[in-house]
Nanobody, 126 residues
Framework: QVQLVESGGGSVQPGGSLRLSCVVSAATFERYTFGWFRQAPGQEREGISTIARSDGKTYYTDSVKGRFTISKDNAKSTVYLQMNSLKPEDTATYFC???????????????????WGQGTQVTVSS
């Protein structure tokens, strides 16, 4: 069974930074594609970034390009999301997700992923 545990959320002022971590308990960390999603109250879960298992390529939704960076450390079985220049509209619960089998679905879709963490809250406010 695969388990994902996020941490690193908190409250920060606009313009600040946070680094989210997602520790993955899996037999073979390298076989998964990982994504970060966020969900604000009353809104749908939004895919914001992914890192491919095959070549480590990264993709971002437009609203976070240039501000957020996804990365992973295979030795630590951990996925990171570095978030800089945070804005109030970034306030949401952030989720880490893992995909084992490609489904031909956009990485932005929650349906592309098999396993989810419990989420960590990020609040950006002055």
């Amino acid at each position: 069974q695969v388990q994902l545990v996020e941490s690193g959320g908190g409250s920060v002022q606009p313009g600040g930074s946070l680094r989210l971590s997602c520790v993955v308990s899996a037999a073979t960390f390298e076989r998964y594609t990982f994504g970060w999603f966020r969900q604000a109250p009353g809104q749908e879960r939004e895919g914001i970034s992914t890192i491919a298992r095959s070549d480590g390529k990264t993709y971002y939704t437009d609203s976070v390009k240039g501000r957020f960076t996804i990365s992973k450390d295979n030795a630590k079985s951990t996925v990171y999301l570095q978030m800089n220049s945070l804005k109030p509209e970034d306030t949401a619960t952030y989720f880490c997700a893992a995909s084992e089998i490609p489904r031909g679905v956009s990485w932005r879709s929650p349906h592309a992923y098999d396993y989810w963490g419990q989420g960590t809250q990020v609040t950006v406010s002055s």
